[in-house]
T-cell receptor, first 113, second 113 residues
Framework: DAGVTQSPTHLIKTRGQQVTLRCSPK?????VSWYQQALGQGPQFIFQ???????QRGNFPDRFSGHQFPNYSSELNVNALLLGDSALYLC????????????FGPGTRLTVL | LAKTTQPISMDSYEGQEVNITCSHN???????ITWYQQFPSQGPRFIIQGYKTKVTNEVASLFIPADRKSSTLSLPRVSLSDTAVYYC??????????????FGTGTQLKVEL
């Protein structure tokens, strides 16, 4: 049973560009959350998708947007990249039947130059 | 969400028991206490969750006193592979999908020979 998968593993962009990160949830999970983790910090919640709708959102600007597809996979889009967007972006999935734990993917390391 | 306070770092040796304490003075009645473990360049991994008294699984034990203003994660007989960052989280057990997890900076545990 594959866990949460994310692509790409690493990404290098320049300021002002746009980026799309992808996530496939664990089999049987229907909820996907995205987190940003800066170096030396804990993950910070960006937003959560359920039934193709954004259900919760953290304190991130509108440059951060997302999408969830009918197969529950998800994308995170960041526009007008800033140097401060350099971070590890983590995707986590959970199932509606069990909310005790979220399963995280390995993350995408984004570097903005 | 209730704010948590935990030590920035801890050192231990292989075979010892490690106890990491987390303070959450403003914990609400509906809040659960959850611990995650994170290795470098990986996503966090759920360890254990509890509401009161003691919870034990195959990985760790979680001790919660009656006032629930603190909790202690206990790792028995640690090994080098337990070197990681440990996060204490407090929040509602949201039904219907998944929690918005709020991470602090965590405790960096270093296990040596």
């Amino acid at each position: 049973d594959a866990g949460v998968t994310q692509s790409p593993t690493h990404l290098i962009k320049t300021r002002g560009q746009q980026v799309t990160l992808r996530c496939s949830p664990k089999s049987g999970h229907d909820t996907v959350s995205w987190y940003q983790q800066a170096l030396g910090q804990g993950p910070q919640f960006i937003f959560q998708y359920y039934e193709e709708e954004e259900r919760q959102r953290g304190n991130f600007p509108d440059r951060f947007s997302g999408h969830q597809f009918p197969n529950y996979s998800s994308e995170l889009n960041v526009n007008a990249l800033l140097l401060g967007d350099s971070a590890l972006y983590l995707c986590a999935s959970s199932g509606s039947g069990r909310v005790d734990e979220q399963f995280f993917g390995p993350g995408t390391r984004l570097t903005v130059l | 969400l209730a704010k948590t306070t935990q030590p920035i770092s801890m050192d231990s040796y292989e075979g010892q028991e490690v106890n990491i304490t987390c303070s959450h003075n403003n914990i609400a009645t509906n809040d659960y206490i959850t611990w995650y473990q994170q290795f470098p360049s990986q996503g966090p991994r759920f360890i254990i969750q509890g509401y009161k008294t003691k919870v034990t699984n195959e990985v760790a034990s979680l001790f919660i006193p009656a006032d629930r203003k603190s909790s202690t994660l206990s790792l028995p007989r640690v090994s080098l592979s337990d070197t990681a960052v440990y996060y204490c989280l407090v929040g509602d057990r949201v039904t219907g999908g998944g929690n918005k997890l709020t991470f602090g900076t965590g405790t960096q545990l270093k296990v040596e020979l």
